[in-house]
């Protein structure tokens, strides 16, 4: 029997599930459609290793905004986020950097590498509370069309630039940060590379690319954006399924409904319109909207289909860049980590549970010229985080989980398959690991292994590219995923899109969920007349 709705959701990724959760507290009827067995698409938790739970694909919490956190209750939803208290960055000399929340202790640790830069923090840190300030209202914007010459594009540019007229001089600083490399940004204050390196290197997470390439720098701020929850990065304890199911908590109690393991194999499109969907199985909902949490290009190359699309919009689509380098190892171990450079009260944190193994600029660049020229990185860049050094619902009494994220892996080799090369690229990142912390590897029981390819078939990601594409300046706002459609609207009336394909891009942030929701609550009343 054919069911109807006001709106499906195809995807129960926590963007997916935010939309449904705005929309159902705007009083629709909503029912989430996800493909896999569990909720949270790339923030999800899964029992890997059996009694090992662990945060398959996103491994900390930090770049949700308070809005979206306030507005869905999350707290008050099941959501617990376990801080970390900054970044412990170990040196070439044997020594370390800490990006710690304390300035001073940041501080400190710059000035055993160079004074100035130990002072020249203060003023970056002012700079980019500023910048990220400015820069997180804009990614709740709903990107305007440029290319339009219609009243309401004119209206949405010049309310757009109305808002934003306060930036006036710091136009030019924000203009650095949407073109330069990190690298180049971060020159302007710090002299030191170990120091550059400590601060830039989530510019090349998730990201076919390095500090030194043209764009990063946007990436650097990207990752800055959120933080301003009153902590920094943290662990959702019980992993990051924990946050989708707070979201799914937070719609649930207004009524919204989640079916699993119903992968839409069609999106039903009846004189240019969208009026339901098609599962794998054979089943049929009818909905007066349809919004697709699954990638853009998975929406509309397999679900939606060329004959009720323009051309122009699939050559676009096309060159929407996913090609990704990025791999995580989840890892079920009898020890924690044990770093040698790790001092405790000179860090100041009792243990490092968020580590960045990449010593200097030098490294990332090698790192990535490895994976330019078609091979996994001889020696590649690692963030380890513990989840159980604070987490104890994760992993058997005693026992751990350390999930180790990384770049770069090529989605594709260049004269060589994955699979003759998985053991020996474990054998690379372990080599890497034991040399900071001699015999983390002999400690370990088991561990999933996702290389870019994993990642699509598993989560669903093109390309196996974490935030669905490229977040470099020219995949962002109104050319995100395409242009013409970055609205959160489709070729096809009642098509809307909020996924991370979307505007402003990858993180656990939840926006693009909640801007495509306030999208759809716009057209709803005509929707509505439409479908009566
Ligand atoms: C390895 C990795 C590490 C990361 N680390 C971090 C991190 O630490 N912190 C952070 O903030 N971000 C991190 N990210 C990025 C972040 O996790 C993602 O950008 C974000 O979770 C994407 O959310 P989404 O809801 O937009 O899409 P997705 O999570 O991709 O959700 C899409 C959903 O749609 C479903 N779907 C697809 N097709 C269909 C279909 N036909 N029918 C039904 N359902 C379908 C999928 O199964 C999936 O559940 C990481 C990502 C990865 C992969």
Redesign the pocket.
Same mark, same amino acid.
């Given at each position: 029997m054919t069911q109807r709705y006001d709106a499906i959701i195809? +995807? @129960?990724?926590?963007?997916?599930? @935010?939309c449904g959760a705005y929309l159902a507290k705007a009083g629709l009827k909503v029912l989430v459609?996800?493909?896999?067995h569990i909720?949270? +698409?790339? $923030? $999800?938790t899964e029992e890997v290793v059996p009694g090992f739970h662990m945060?398959?694909? =996103?491994?900390?919490?930090? /770049? /949700?905004p308070k809005r979206v956190i306030d507005e869905l209750e999350l707290f008050a939803n099941g959501l617990e986020i376990l801080p970390c208290k900054g970044i412990f960055h170990p040196t070439d000399d044997g020594g370390a950097i800490v990006v710690h929340d304390d300035q001073a202790i940041t501080q400190k640790s710059f000035a055993r590498l160079s004074r100035r830069d130990a002072e020249s923090y203060a003023d970056y840190n002012a700079y980019m509370a500023d910048a990220t300030s400015v820069v997180r209202e804009m990614m709740f914007e709903t990107p305007f069309d440029p290319s339009r010459r219609d009243w309401r594009s004119y209206k949405d540019m010049a309310s757009f630039a109305w808002r934003y007229r306060k930036i006036g001089g710091r136009f030019f600083r924000l203009a650095d940060l949407f073109t330069m490399s990190s690298y180049d940004f971060l020159s302007q204050w710090f002299e030191n590379d170990a120091i550059k390196c400590a601060l830039g290197y989530q510019s090349s997470?998730?990201t076919f690319g390095g500090l030194k390439s043209p764009g990063s720098a946007y990436i650097l701020l990207h990752h800055a954006l959120a933080h301003d929850v009153g902590v920094g990065?943290g662990f959702a304890k019980g992993g /990051?399924g924990a946050v989708s199911a707070a979201i799914l908590n937070a719609g649930a109690k207004h009524g919204m409904t989640l079916k699993t393991g119903?992968?839409?194999?069609k999106v039903i499109v009846k004189d240019g319109r969208a009026v339901g969907?098609a599962?794998?199985s054979g089943e049929i909902y009818e909905a007066k909207l349809i919004a =697709?949490? @699954? &990638?853009a290009k998975?929406?509309f190359e397999?679900?939606v289909g060329a004959e009720h699309l323009p051309a122009e919009m699939l050559k676009d689509l096309a060159r929407f860049r996913t090609f990704s380098t990025?791999?995580?190892l989840n890892i079920a171990c009898e020890t924690l980590p044990t770093y040698k450079a790790f001092d405790a009260q000179a860090c100041g944190m009792d243990y490092p549970d968020f580590t960045h193994l990449a010593p200097d600029i030098d490294y990332m660049e090698r790192a990535f010229d490895d994976a330019k020229y078609g091979w996994y990185s001889k020696r590649p860049f690692l963030s380890p985080?513990t989840p159980t050094a604070r987490d104890n619902t994760l992993a058997p009494k005693g026992k751990h989980v350390v999930n180790i994220?990384g770049g770069h892996a090529p989605y594709e080799l260049k004269n060589g398959v994955w699979a003759n090369e998985r053991e020996n690229f474990v054998k690379t990142v372990m080599a890497v690991m034991d040399e900071h912390a001699p015999g983390f590897s002999s400690s370990i029981i088991d561990m999933q292994v996702?290389l870019p390819p994993d990642?699509e078939e598993i989560?669903?990601?093109p390309g196996? &590219?974490?935030? &669905?594409g490229e977040i470099t300046p020219d995949q962002l706002f109104f050319k995100r995923p395409v242009p013409h459609y970055a609205d959160y609207r489709s070729p096809v009336a009642g098509l809307y899109q909020? !996924? =991370? =394909?979307t505007h402003p !891009?990858?993180?656990?942030?939840g926006i693009? +969920?909640r801007n495509a929701a306030r999208e759809i609550l716009k057209d709803w009343p005509r929707l509505k007349r439409q479908a009566a």
């Open positions: 195809i +995807g @129960a990724g926590h963007n997916g599930l @935010a459609l996800e493909r896999r909720i949270g +698409g790339a $923030a $999800a945060s398959l694909a =996103s491994y900390l919490l930090g /770049m /949700m997470v998730g990065w /990051m119903a992968p839409v194999a969907v599962t794998a =697709s949490n @699954a &990638h998975l929406l397999k679900l990025a791999f995580k985080v994220f996702l990642l989560i669903g990601l196996g &590219h974490i935030f &669905h909020c !996924g =991370s =394909s !891009g990858g993180g656990v942030t693009p +969920g």
